[in-house]
């Protein structure tokens, strides 16, 4: 069982992104647990507060170091990812040279309850992840269209071609977790 840990960049009770990230938790349950990482609580990023880190900051490195990958499940917001997720992203690089997400294997995918589906807002994503020391999943690709009624409230994806294509992202990130772990190297401490 690998130890994932999952930052869902929504705050929004109703957030489509949860709901998805708890739809791959279900149909991954066999050989991921996610870990939901707390990012709402964190200040925002402040050199200054090194010199006595908030616990909720500490916290969220200690997590990150003891998860074998990560998930970044976003929203698009104004073609770009939203700035909850960059603050937490920029905590837990820190303090220099201490990045926690050095050689993580990382996946990203993204809901919108439109057409447009999150891509620009993962291009963006896709282009800094590799400064943080992250190894990034290329393929396949999650742009998810969360449909009224694609997914239930229960969690169960109602069309078969969706499901499938989730299970075989879940595969996926199965196999990429295991070749690139290896390689995580362990957190300075
Ligand atoms: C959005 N939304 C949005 N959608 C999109 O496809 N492209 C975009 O650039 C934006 N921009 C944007 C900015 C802001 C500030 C908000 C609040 C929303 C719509 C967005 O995809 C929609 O609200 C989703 O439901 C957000 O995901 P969660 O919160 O439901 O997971």
Redesign the pocket.
């Known amino acids: 069982m690998k130890n994932v840990a999952v930052l869902v960049a ?1 705050l ?1 009770a ?5 709901k998805l990230a708890h739809t791959l938790e279900k149909l991954a349950e066999d050989k991921l647990k996610f870990d939901y990482l707390d990012i709402a609580g964190l200040p925002y990023y402040n050199n200054d507060l090194w010199a006595n880190p908030p616990t909720v900051v500490t916290e969220l490195k200690r997590r990150v170091e003891a998860a074998d990958a990560a998930l970044i499940v976003t ?5 770009s990812f939203p700035g909850v997720l960059k603050n937490a992203l920029d905590w837990a690089s820190r303090p220099y040279a201490q990045s926690s997400w050095k050689d993580m294997p990382t996946a990203i995918v993204g ?4 057409a ?3 891509a ?2 993962q291009g963006h994503l896709r282009s800094v992840l590799p400064v943080y020391g992250m190894l990034v999943m290329g393929q396949p690709e999650v742009y998810f269209n969360m449909k009224p009624g694609l997914i239930t409230d229960d969690l169960e994806v109602t069309d078969d071609t969706t499901l499938a294509f989730l299970n075989g992202w879940v595969q996926s990130f199965g196999a990429f977790i295991e070749r690139h772990g290896l390689e995580k190297a362990p957190a300075i401490a």
């Open positions: 929504s929004s109703n957030s489509v992104n949860r929203p698009e917001y104004n073609r809901a919108t309850p439109g447009t589906g999150t620009a807002g």
